[in-house]
């Protein structure tokens, strides 16, 4: 089955600062990758995600970048500020089946 | 509201009883999926349903678990003579069926076993 790494745990950055979130995954019939964003006692909200077809997608201050080849596909955060920590999910998904998460990471904004 | 809603959001039992849980979908979803949340972890996934058809479940998940979803709209998830281990958050999550489909989360029942 699928398996989904991510790297770091935890990362801090100064306020400012960009902050890049990495995720592997090891099924190669996986096609749609979504980053959630989940704030200490709130549900999972998604943030941005890309299908197999394309390698890059942004919005305003996320992008993700997907690497279909080495099975990763990266979080990217510019500008970041305070109300951006959260932990934020990778996860890989083959139509629309079975969704697998991976660990997260602990972002934190120091001002 | 017209986003996923689960009930309880809160349920406190003791070992060896029996809990259930509601997950009631967005409507037009028809794709319906249960996840378990330990701190610090991602979510787990359960199991998943398309329309009333339980389509895939978990080969971690226990017999004492068992989920449903009668009419293909709300369903439930039962956890039968609880356990201490099984303290956690439950999400259920819902999507449409037509490809690859954004899902979304519903506020979670958080569950405390004694």
């Known amino acids: 089955g699928e398996n989904v790494e991510q790297h770091p745990s935890t990362l801090s950055v100064q306020e400012g600062d960009s902050a890049v979130i990495k995720c592997t995954y090891s099924d190669s019939a996986s096609n749609y990758f979504p980053w959630y964003k989940q704030e200490l006692g709130k549900r999972p909200q998604l943030i941005i995600d890309?299908?197999?077809?394309?390698g890059e997608k942004k919005d305003q201050r996320i992008a993700v970048t997907l690497n279909k080849t080495a099975k990763h596909f990266s979080l990217h955060i510019t500008e970041t500020q305070p109300e951006d920590s959260a932990v934020y999910f990778c996860a890989a998904n083959n139509y629309g089946q079975n969704f697998v998460f991976g660990p997260g990471t602990r972002l934190s904004v120091l001002p | 509201d017209t986003g996923v809603s689960q009930d309880p959001r809160h349920k406190i039992t003791k070992r060896g009883q029996n809990v259930t849980f509601r997950c009631d979908p967005i409507?037009?979803?028809?794709?319906l999926y249960w996840y378990r949340q330990t701190l610090g972890q991602g979510p787990e996934f359960l199991t998943y349903?398309?329309?009333?058809?339980?389509?895939?479940k978990s080969r971690l998940l226990s017999d004492r678990f068992s989920a449903e979803r009668p009419k293909g709209s709300f369903s439930t998830l039962e956890i039968q003579r609880t356990e201490q281990g099984d303290s956690a958050m439950y999400l259920c999550a819902s999507s449409l069926a037509t490809g690859i489909s954004e899902q979304f989360f519903g506020p979670g029942t958080r569950l405390t076993v004694l």
């Open positions: 409507s037009e979803h028809n794709r």
């Open positions: 890309i299908r197999s077809n394309v």
């Open positions: 349903f398309q329309n009333e058809a339980q389509l895939e």
